[in-house]
Each structure stands twice: as C-alpha cells, then as structure tokens.
C-alpha cells in the first residue's frame, strides 16, 4: 500500500502466514523455505525465485510446510548452519525494498537462521503476562547473534498486540515491559487491538486492509507501518555520507 516492494518468508514448519494468505494446502508445494534451504545446505544449484507466490494484494511469499521441521535436524550437522537461510535470501534481497520473516515462537536453528539473515528484530507481544515473561531469553539470544554472527543486527522494537485497554492485565503488562526493557529498546508507540475482525481475517485468505480496513486493527497496523518506515527513513539519514 506504501508503494514498496514486499517479500514474505515464512519460517515458521506449521505454516500459518502461508495458509492464513489463502494457500490451504502448503504441502502440495513443489518448492518451499524448506527446499531452498535444503538446496543450499546441500550446495546444489538453484533458484532462488522458484517457488515464489504471488498474493492478489501484491505481495510476495516464500512458502512453508511441515518439512521445514524435518529440516531444522540437518541445519545442526550442516556447515556454516547459521548462515544458510543468509545464504539463500541474499541474491533476493536487491529486487525487493522489504523482506519480512515469519518465525515461530521458539528459538530453535530455523529461528537463529532468521536472525542472522535479518537487519533488525520486530518483536510481537501479547499484552499478557507470560508471553512478556520470555522477552528475556529472547534479548539474550538477540544479543549472542549480534556479538557472534551478525554485527549488523538491531532491535528494532516491541510491538503490543492483542491489547484489551479494558483490562488492568494490559495495563500492567505494558508498564511492566516498559519499566524493564524501556529503557534499553524501543516499544512502539502503536498498538494493536484485540478484536473479533482480527481473528476472523485469519481464514479468509487476505490482509486486514482488504477484509475490514476501516476497523480499529487495520488503522493500527497502518500507524505501525508508517513508524516502522519513519525509523527506516532516519537511519537512511544518518547513515547518508554528509550526515557522517
């Protein structure tokens, strides 16, 4: 909707982004992250645009399946095993503004992977009181990634969703996370609801743009863009060689 070009990979084995954009079956897949990867670990020649699928609201998705999971075994005797989803996505990069990795709530060899090959971390937390509680390890694995494999690597923030403003839960939650980890990383001012239309868009194949977009959730997620673009706009500055 920004007018940027937009990949997204999902790396997460039960493959929700991929279903949840309307591909029900993922494992009639021929080629998925899972393949690619194989692909590379292998040393076996491929391309890297095969398998792409193309969504009606013009964004790009490398799919995922069950296989990834089977996968995440031969990533831990592979060489150079933290790098080969850098490897894959690496030649993609120049021909897209944005790509987003999917990950799964754990931080297993798929996971590490994506954030080696990432520049920052977006981190998603329902505004209750154990999903907050696994911040910690979260920052300390961010942390060894950054020191150890990929320098470049940022916190980019924290992101509060399924917030009831209703409930002294939420509340507490976001004060409680803003008191320990305030200071030291950035928590986006927006915030996501919670909401029927948000559950509901799940199954139907499409954004929230394109089910509700005047509900609450689709005017936060675009609030939250247009910070997430602001950030990338300042560091463009800094980083320019006259602001250097």
Request: aromatic share 6%; with cysteine; hydrophobic share 40%.
């Amino acid at each position: 909707m920004q007018g940027k070009k937009v990949l997204l990979v999902d790396a997460d084995p039960q493959g929700d982004l991929t279903t949840c954009l309307g591909w029900q079956n993922p494992d009639s897949f021929p080629v998925t992250l899972a393949t690619q990867l194989a692909s590379v670990i292998r040393e076996e020649e491929y391309t890297p645009r095969a398998g792409i699928l193309r969504h009606p609201e013009k964004v790009d998705l490398i799919p995922s399946n069950l296989e990834l999971s089977a996968l995440e075994m031969s990533l831990v005797t592979a060489m150079s095993r933290e790098t080969v989803m850098r490897t894959y996505l690496e030649p993609l990069q120049k021909q897209y503004d944005f790509i987003l990795i999917d990950c799964m709530p754990s931080l297993g060899m798929i996971t590490l992977n994506a954030l080696v090959a990432a520049d920052s971390v977006i981190v998603p937390v329902q505004a209750q009181y154990l999903p907050a509680k696994g911040m910690t390890q979260l920052l300390r694995t961010v942390s060894r990634v950054k020191k150890r494999l990929n320098p470049k690597l940022q916190m980019e923030g924290i992101l509060l969703t399924i917030v009831d403003r209703r409930t002294n839960l939420a509340k507490s939650t976001e004060e409680a996370l803003r008191n320990n980890f305030g200071s030291a990383i950035h928590i986006f001012k927006t915030q996501i609801p919670a909401a029927v239309k948000a559950a509901e868009v799940s199954s139907q194949g499409k954004s929230i743009y394109a089910y509700d977009p005047k509900s609450a959730v689709a005017e936060a997620y675009r609030a939250f863009t247009k910070e997430v673009m602001e950030i990338g706009r300042k560091k463009e500055r800094l980083y320019t060689p006259d602001a250097r």
